[in-house]
């Protein structure tokens, strides 16, 4: 038996998503005429009370463009130093945006209100103008943790006294929500822009949607052009999207009871030093012998996991992750 919990991006299309692919209404999307794409743009827009969305191949894109939206050259935005924008972006926030980043060390990917406001920068000729804060919900490298509403609230309130855009990376949004029990319609409220990702644990093949108001939008459609992303009959990948939202947002409660289970049984491991705390799809742990060792060992088994740090590995649960493959792991797990 073979089981991936390298990333939740190695999800397969399931033949109801191919389907729906197939079945797509497509256009020139340069035009405004993809049928699926807008479909796809307005249902997660109205997911999540915001007026627009644009469809892009990556949430790298997604970012990036609303961090260009929401800055100009020579501003600065704050965000968690295990931010993926700042870390995995392959540092596009200097290259797209001339945007400076002053880096916060939040517990777990979490940053408070408390520690924003001393990031600040006062109005001076000296200092790069402070105009972003960027939060991630979940948090990847804080191992799938998640914001509470009223966390956010809070920082969307510091955000609006002090003239600051605020955007939400959430690659793993409906993680959190599945979570927290939140609504995504109570998101739009807080957040100038959000990135929802469909090809994480929702199980699209590509895409990442960038949802704001309107002309945000508008911009944001012009700077996705700029840099290539002007697709033409992409609603082939945006019907499987919106597939993704209709069909498979409910069944992330599987993964994370599934992420339960190997985390418990990771905690019973004599070569396991410590599990993080589990709240969503992903768990980090760390392994007494070194990490790149102990994948070896998993692999042996048919176990694929990433080393995130020397001794710390990451499973990712996702929706091509069954029942049957979770008792194995149980089993090898508890044998090594
Ligand atoms: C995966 C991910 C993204 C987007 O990555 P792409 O591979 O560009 O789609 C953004 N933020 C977080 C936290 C992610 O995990």
């Not at 990556?58 to 935005?77: H, R, V, W, Y």
């Not at 609230?153 to 927290?180: E, M, P, V, W």
């Not at 459609?221 to 002007?230: H, N, T």
Request: glycine share 8%.
């Amino acid at each position: 038996m073979t089981v991936d919990l390298r990333s939740d991006t190695v999800t397969k299309p399931t033949p109801g998503m191919l389907e729906a692919m197939f079945s797509a209404k497509v256009g020139d999307d340069v035009f405004g005429e993809d049928e699926a794409i807008n479909e796809l743009e307005q249902k997660a827009a109205a997911m999540f009370g915001m007026e627009a969305g644009l469809f892009c191949p990556s949430g790298t894109m997604t970012n990036q463009l609303a961090i260009k939206c929401f800055t100009q050259p020579l501003d600065e935005l704050i965000c968690d130093h295990t931010a993926h924008v700042y870390r995995y972006e392959g540092g596009g926030i200097a290259f797209n945006s001339a945007v400076s980043t002053r880096l916060l060390n939040g517990y777990r990917g979490i940053i408070t209100p408390e520690m924003i406001e001393p990031e600040i920068n006062a109005e001076n000729i000296h200092y790069p103008h402070t105009s972003l804060v960027v939060l991630e919900n979940t948090s990847n490298r804080g191992g799938g943790s998640c914001y509470t509403l009223d966390q956010i609230k809070a920082i969307a309130q510091l955000c609006k006294s002090k003239g600051l855009k605020f955007h939400l990376d959430g690659a793993r949004i409906f993680n959190a929500l599945a979570y927290t029990g939140d609504s995504a319609a109570e998101y739009g409220k807080y957040f100038d822009g959000i990135s929802v990702c469909l090809s994480k644990g929702l199980g699209a093949p590509v895409g990442s949607v960038l949802l704001a108001d309107a002309p945000t939008i508008k911009y944001a459609r012009r700077v996705r052009k700029v840099l290539g992303g002007g697709m033409r009959q992409a609603g082939f990948l945006a019907a499987a999207g919106s597939y993704a939202l209709d069909h498979h947002v409910e069944r992330l409660k599987i993964d994370h009871a599934h992420a339960q289970i190997l985390a418990d049984q990771l905690n019973q491991c004599s070569w396991v030093s410590n599990v993080l705390p589990v709240e969503t799809n992903i768990i980090l742990f760390d392994t007494v012998e070194p990490a790149a060792a102990v994948s070896e060992k998993l692999a042996e088994h048919g176990i694929k996991a990433m080393p995130t740090d020397k001794h710390r590995i990451r499973f990712v649960l996702h929706l091509d992750v069954h029942p049957e493959q979770v008792e194995y792991m149980v089993k090898v797990l508890g044998a090594m």
